[in-house]
């Protein structure tokens, strides 16, 4: 039992002597080059310069495919993004659940596509560090009729996750910063700012309280996270998100004249975040 787990030890040693490369860059792996998280998407690469991505855990219920082409690769690299999902038979799984009102009525979440395009540009902040700024933008072409809407729940991940099919858009600039700590050790930070569609307008009690208290489509999120090495190509990710969004959530402000009244606030969340990442060429 010692000899065979000093074997493990000694293999994942020597599996990592190569350092452990950066990740959601503008870099696209060589030809045959491939990796495949729990959480993050398979990708492969059949070409130098060309990948392909999928998330296998919703494709079969919600079919997705994206592609990121390499323009340019140099001290700088340029990366374009387009992808395709469908995501209305996952949508219309959860009614009951995330439409908890649905079970029972005539209203559907309507066929769509959900296209997406983005671009990517990194550079070399030094021997061991990699920066990323980033675009993209993703939104909803109605194939027929639809009645879902803006779920305003208080994950801001999960309200993230729908914006383009239940408001019809979805956009994003961000940026990134990669760093090797180590050979087998690097941090990554990101933050990134969103704007979606229409939130639509705050419900208490089951009523719409009118236009004056709009839910604001503006979202910031930021991570921190660190990747450790396991064996030569595979990771655990480890790290924490925080993210910033109109919830429509309250407090009571008393001013100079001694009255009060309430005032909206944006609210924050905070959630870990794991990975198992396996990768190889």
């Known amino acids: 039992?010692?000899?065979?787990?000093?074997?493990?030890?000694?293999?994942?040693?020597?599996?990592?002597?190569?350092?452990?490369?950066a990740r959601d860059t503008a870099d696209v792996g060589p030809r045959g080059s491939w990796s495949m998280g729990v959480f993050n998407p398979?990708?492969?690469?059949?070409?130098?310069?060309?990948?392909?991505?999928?998330?296998?855990?919703?494709?079969?219920?919600?079919p997705n495919a994206n592609v990121r082409v390499a323009l340019l690769r140099s001290s700088l690299r340029l990366t374009a993004e387009a992808g395709l999902s469908l995501p209305t038979f996952a949508l219309r799984l959860t009614k009951g659940y995330l439409f908890p009102l649905w079970a029972t009525s005539d209203n559907d979440i309507g066929w769509m596509l959900i296209p997406r395009a983005g671009l990517l540009l990194s550079g070399d902040a030094s021997r061991r560090g990699v920066w990323t700024v980033k675009a993209d933008a993703a939104f909803r072409i109605a194939l027929g009729p639809n009645s879902a809407s803006p779920l305003n729940f208080m994950s801001t991940p999960l309200n993230l996750l729908l914006a383009a099919p239940l408001t019809g858009l979805s956009t994003r600039v961000g940026g990134a910063y990669d760093h090797a700590l180590t050979e087998r050790l690097r941090v990554h930070g990101e933050l990134n700012l969103y704007v979606t569609g229409s939130q639509g307008r705050l419900v208490v009690s089951g009523q719409d309280v009118g236009a004056i208290a709009a839910m604001s489509p503006l979202f910031v999120t930021a991570h921190v996270g660190f990747d450790l090495a396991v064996f030569r190509h595979s990771r655990v990710t480890l790290g924490a998100m925080w993210a910033n969004a109109?919830?429509?959530?309250?407090?009571?402000?008393?001013?100079?004249?001694?009255?009060?009244?309430?005032?909206?606030?944006?609210?924050?969340?905070?959630?870990?975040?794991?990975?198992?990442?396996?990768?190889?060429l």
């Not at 000899?3 to 490369?21: K, Y």
């Not at 109109?246 to 990975?275: C, H, I, W």
């Open 1 to 21: 039992m010692r000899a065979l787990l000093l074997c493990v030890l000694l293999s994942g040693t020597l599996a990592t002597a190569q350092p452990l490369a």
């Open 42 to 62: 398979l990708r492969f690469s059949p070409l130098d310069g060309v990948e392909f991505q999928t998330h296998p855990l919703t494709f079969f219920v919600a």
């Open 246 to 280: 109109d919830q429509g959530a309250t407090k009571l402000v008393t001013g100079a004249d001694g009255y009060s009244e309430r005032q909206r606030v944006r609210s924050n969340d905070f959630m870990p975040t794991l990975d198992f990442i396996w990768a190889g």
